[in-house]
């Protein structure tokens, strides 16, 4: 199998499951008490990751990318995924409504346009659980993929929720390793019970969580 085929392969492996248009999905989140402005930063932040847990796939029915000068190689292409790396470009405009992105890639100098957006349902339902009071009987395909069959604590919607806006609106500490994690934990702690939640995750929660972020997406 040539590279480009098993890439064709590796996208139709990530197509399949229950998929929404990012209208529904933002609606999805409000539904679950997730303020709007946290929700529309939180679908976001969760395409970029590669975190486990907090990994969201997304789909496009249109995808082109061009050069910012103008001059260069165009392509364009239809029903595809739109891989994490695509959604940590710089986002110039993010219409939820009608699932049309605009990003700029600076490292290559690229402008991509995304059309009729759609996020994974599966992966939505594994990030923020159904209900908080009691999870529900977990399915046995998407507790294989979430490495276990352990329920999320019912904490865990409101602070995936309040991660994603931390690190849209604030960014990530300077540094390296686990320079700035102390700051960021208690950043997102006292978001959490300012935003309503009576008592956040103690530190060693999540800890691990936030490390693995600060790993993944702060630059080497």
Known sequence: MTPNQQRHAD????????WISSAEALDWLV????????????????AASDVEGLSLRAKAKSYKIEPSTGYGSRE??????????IWRSNVDLADHA???????NMEFNY???????EYSLDDLELIVPQGSQKPATPDPVKTRRSGGG?????WWPT????????????GLPAGTGAMGQGEMIEAIQTRMVENGHHKAPDRSSIQAVVQEVLDRLRPE
């Open 111 to 117: 402008d991509i346009t995304l059309l009729g957006v």
């Open 159 to 170: 602070f995936a929720a309040e991660l994603a806006v931390y690190v849209h609106e604030v």
């Open 31 to 46: 539904q679950r008490r997730v303020d709007p402005v946290a929700g529309a930063a939180s679908l976001l932040i969760w």
């Open 76 to 85: 364009q292409l239809y029903d595809v995924i739109v891989h994490r790396w």
């Open 150 to 154: 352990r329920p999320p604590a019912p």
């Open 11 to 18: 996208d139709a492996m990530l197509m399949t499951g229950e």
């Open 98 to 104: 009608t699932g049309t992105f605009k990003l700029k």
